[in-house]
């Protein structure tokens, strides 16, 4: 019998269920079988929501670098005056714009000026970093024209600024209000630099869920911020849009080829890289720190078979007696452990999948419960919790708990395979 046996046959998981479904007072195991099918249930959960939520960041991150910030910044190397003075600006910033438009994968290619100066409205102060910009390349510019909440009408750019809704709420201001900019690099006079005082009107505001770039981020005209920053007929950079921003190095030489002049390029990397390897390894470590959660909830599986091998032992003497070879005992007891994992991986994909769906509701009512102030978008940076569910990330999870279900279930198999029907049966 045991030399026509083919592996996995139907007895071997008849055997294998009636072991499961036992009753304590029949010697089963049933409530070592629960804990051990709740704890991967729960492990797996835990991987797949902490993962989802990484992802999530990373993707909210990436997306609003990617959506309210250039892909590449092409800026002119620094140069000395006539009078000796260090400048970095672009006198011929229409033309090089136009070249730059026509390489390869670039999407969009916009000039601009940018300053950093002081906002008052309402007796309230907050310091901000303008750009000036024509009004046809702020539509182009995906977080701004489409963000995530807005005020007041884009089309009216041109007759006012554009504001972050983290400055809006600290200045006390909405559409329609005025606030003045400050900035100590004013008019250039007989007795010195002056700073420069001006007004405008807010005629749009926006939301794009970061709070680095909603607190301190202003869009104004581009001619009107020549003016109001000493920058006639030149620009401070141009800003690139790519087709492909994850691989921005491929664009480099084709941008510096058709630069045609002593220029430096600045991607969104160079200036997030640090930042998005200090995530990876982040991520990395929460990996492997959920896994080890993961194998302690495995290593339930392990007392359970070892019990029910302790348990079984007379029925194991019984089959080793009617014919079933070592490896039918193994795979009998090899499937017991291994259903418990596959039960509690498939329950804990559901419920971890399910989570990351409904992310939001929860933390809804976590925050509730907590009685508000659980998200802070100031320390966090993103207004909300995000969540992302990638199928990879399910995958790993998926065959991190099998793998380690079917390995630890292999041991106390074997030890119930290798077991003396004789010394099972001696006290029969």
Same mark, same amino acid.
């Not at 910033?93 to 438009?101: F, G, I, K, T, V």
């Not at 990395?284 to 019990?307: D, E, K, Q, W």
């Not at 490896?327 to 971890?352: D, E, H, K, M, N």
């Given at each position: 019998?045991?030399?026509?046996?083919?592996p996995?046959?139907?007895?071997?998981?008849?055997?294998?269920?009636?072991?499961?479904?036992?009753?304590?007072?029949?010697?089963?195991?049933?409530?070592?079988?629960?804990?051990?099918?709740?704890?991967?249930?729960?492990?797996?959960?835990?991987l797949?929501?902490?993962?989802?939520?990484r992802s999530?960041?990373?993707?909210e991150?990436?997306g $609003?670098?990617?959506?309210?910030?250039p892909? =590449?910044?092409?800026?002119?190397?620094?140069?000395?005056?006539?009078?000796?003075?260090?400048v970095?600006s !672009?006198?011929?910033?229409?033309?090089?714009?136009?070249?730059?438009?026509?390489?390869?994968?670039?999407v969009?290619?916009?000039?601009?000026?940018?300053?950093?100066?002081m @906002?008052?409205?309402?007796g309230?102060?907050?310091g901000?970093v303008v750009n000036?910009?024509?009004?046809?390349?702020?539509?182009?510019?995906? !977080?701004?024209?489409e963000?995530?909440?807005s005020?007041g009408?884009?089309?009216?750019?041109?007759?006012?600024?554009?504001?972050?809704?983290?400055?809006?709420?600290e200045?006390?201001?909405?559409?329609?209000?005025?606030?003045?900019?400050i900035?100590?690099?004013?008019?250039?006079?007989a007795?010195? $630099?002056?700073?420069?005082?001006?007004?405008?009107?807010?005629?749009?505001?926006?939301?794009?869920?970061?709070?680095?770039?909603?607190?301190?981020?202003?869009?104004?005209?581009?001619?009107e911020?020549?003016?109001?920053?000493?920058?006639?007929?030149?620009?401070?950079?141009?800003?690139?849009?790519?087709?492909?921003?994850d691989?921005v190095?491929?664009?480099? !030489?084709?941008?510096?080829? @058709?630069?045609?002049r002593?220029?430096?390029?600045?991607?969104?990397?160079?200036?997030?890289?640090?930042?998005?390897?200090a995530?990876?390894?982040?991520?990395?470590?929460?990996?492997?720190?959920?896994?080890?959660?993961?194998?302690i909830?495995?290593?339930?599986?392990?007392?359970?078979? =070892?019990?029910l091998v302790?348990?079984?032992?007379?029925?194991?003497?019984?089959?080793?007696?009617?014919?079933?070879s070592?490896?039918?005992?193994?795979?009998?007891?090899?499937?017991?452990g291994?259903?418990?994992?596959?039960?509690?991986?498939?329950?804990?994909?559901? !419920?971890?999948?399910?989570?990351?769906i409904?992310?939001?509701?929860?933390?809804?009512?976590?925050?509730?419960? @907590?009685?508000?102030?659980?998200?802070?978008?100031?320390v966090?940076l993103?207004?909300?919790l995000? @969540?992302?569910?990638?199928?990879g990330?399910v995958?790993?999870?998926?065959?991190?708990?099998?793998?380690?279900?079917?390995?630890?279930?292999?041991?106390?198999?074997?030890?119930a395979?290798?077991?003396?029907?004789?010394?099972?049966?001696?006290?029969?």
């Amino acid at each position: 019998m045991s030399g026509r046996t083919k592996p996995f046959s139907g007895f071997e998981f008849m055997i294998a269920w009636r072991y499961l479904r036992a009753r304590r007072a029949e010697g089963g195991v049933s409530v070592m079988t629960w804990i051990s099918f709740i704890g991967i249930a729960l492990a797996v959960m835990a991987l797949i929501a902490t993962l989802a939520v990484r992802s999530g960041f990373r993707y909210e991150f990436v997306g $609003t670098i990617l959506g309210a910030n250039p892909h =590449i910044s092409v800026l002119s190397a620094a140069r000395l005056t006539e009078s000796g003075q260090t400048v970095r600006s !672009l006198p011929d910033y229409a033309e090089l714009a136009e070249r730059l438009s026509t390489v390869e994968g670039v999407v969009h290619a916009a000039p601009v000026v940018t300053g950093q100066v002081m @906002a008052s409205a309402q007796g309230r102060n907050a310091g901000v970093v303008v750009n000036g910009i024509h009004a046809r390349d702020l539509a182009q510019v995906p !977080l701004i024209a489409e963000p995530e909440r807005s005020w007041g009408d884009l089309a009216r750019f041109d007759d006012g600024i554009a504001i972050g809704s983290g400055v809006a709420r600290e200045l006390g201001v909405t559409v329609g209000d005025r606030i003045r900019l400050i900035s100590p690099d004013g008019a250039r006079t007989a007795f010195g $630099t002056s700073p420069r005082v001006s007004a405008y009107e807010v005629t749009y505001i926006f939301q794009v869920g970061r709070y680095d770039i909603d607190a301190t981020r202003v869009y104004m005209p581009f001619a009107e911020a020549q003016i109001y920053f000493n920058r006639d007929g030149v620009a401070d950079e141009i800003e690139v849009i790519v087709e492909d921003p994850d691989n921005v190095n491929r664009y480099t !030489l084709p941008i510096l080829q @058709a630069a045609g002049r002593d220029v430096v390029l600045w991607t969104w990397q160079d200036s997030s890289g640090a930042y998005l390897q200090a995530l990876q390894m982040e991520d990395n470590i929460m990996f492997v720190i959920l896994s080890i959660l993961v194998l302690i909830a495995t290593m339930n599986i392990v007392s359970g078979l =070892i019990m029910l091998v302790k348990n079984k032992s007379h029925d194991i003497g019984i089959l080793r007696t009617v014919g079933l070879s070592e490896g039918s005992i193994l795979r009998v007891f090899f499937i017991c452990g291994s259903s418990v994992g596959l039960a509690g991986t498939v329950v804990g994909v559901a !419920l971890g999948c399910a989570f990351a769906i409904w992310i939001d509701p929860i933390f809804s009512f976590v925050n509730w419960v @907590a009685g508000g102030g659980v998200w802070d978008p100031s320390v966090r940076l993103l207004s909300q919790l995000p @969540a992302r569910l990638e199928w990879g990330d399910v995958a790993s999870a998926v065959t991190l708990s099998l793998g380690l279900s079917f390995v630890v279930t292999i041991f106390p198999a074997r030890r119930a395979a290798r077991m003396n029907p004789v010394e099972a049966l001696r006290y029969e």
